[in-house]
């Protein structure tokens, strides 16, 4: 259990940001002199359409394959990780694709991504987050983790057929899953240039034009001693077996209400996919 000094600062000041973010008129201005840009790119007057869910959601992997299928990008606001955007999106009438994974594996998964979050509280922001969006779920598409990661064109498909949108569907190939997950890979390199992508200020062709340049100025070959440790970022082993470590706990008496709670959360939300 967080005990020390620090992580109980750590803990409250993950509470009051879970709050906060709630409310669009308190959080977004904070978040638009936090983030600049290019990325994560809060939504504006410019936004064409905002992706973002709680955290392990699927978030870099719909935005870079979103962005990947476009012959021009699309302007997007996404992965700040709060309702607050998702909220204003829906009071501007942008269009909006809101993602949700079960809330066991996003709940462990974060805990995982950042370990000094505790997970009750991770499972009590799970449930909030959802909770604050269901007066406007109407206004979503919603996209579940596993057809975001399995079946992405039928996601996108949904955003055309909801929006009047002609978003280029991404088609699964190898060579395109591959391009996606390099992206994903670089993302804790934090480059201005990969996430200017991401919000749909420069073109692939762009991107892929200055990852040569930084590649010959570095003179070290593209994956060599270039890009930090991404095992947290994608599939891997080692976060499975990290997961699986603290699955026990999410199942344990301990966390009997909050994980029904959160489980309640995730079943409203996604009513609509799943008719009786």
Known sequence: MLSSPSAQIGRLRHQLRTRV???????LPLARKRYPGPSPEVIGPETQLVIDGYTRSAST?????LQLA??????LAHHLHAPAQLVEAARRGVPTLALIREPEGA?????VREPWVDMRDAADGYARFYRCLMPHRGQFVVGEFEEV???????VR??????????????ATETNMAQCFDLIKERPLLSKVLLAFESGTITFHELQA???RASADAQTPRGQDTVPDSSLWVPSNGRSQLKDALRDRWHGPGMTARR??????YHEFTAEQHPH
């Open 21 to 27: 973010s709630e409310h669009p008129r308190l959080y």
């Open 61 to 65: 992997f719909a935005v870079s394959a």
């Open 70 to 75: 476009q012959d021009r990008p699309v302007r």
């Open 107 to 111: 709940v462990l998964s974060h805990v």
């Open 149 to 155: 990661t399995h079946d992405f064109a039928s996601v």
């Open 158 to 171: 949904k955003l055309n057929d909801r929006f009047g949108l002609a978003l280029n569907e991404f088609q």
């Open 210 to 212: 200055e990852r040569r």
């Open 260 to 265: 029904l709670r959160a489980e309640a959360a």
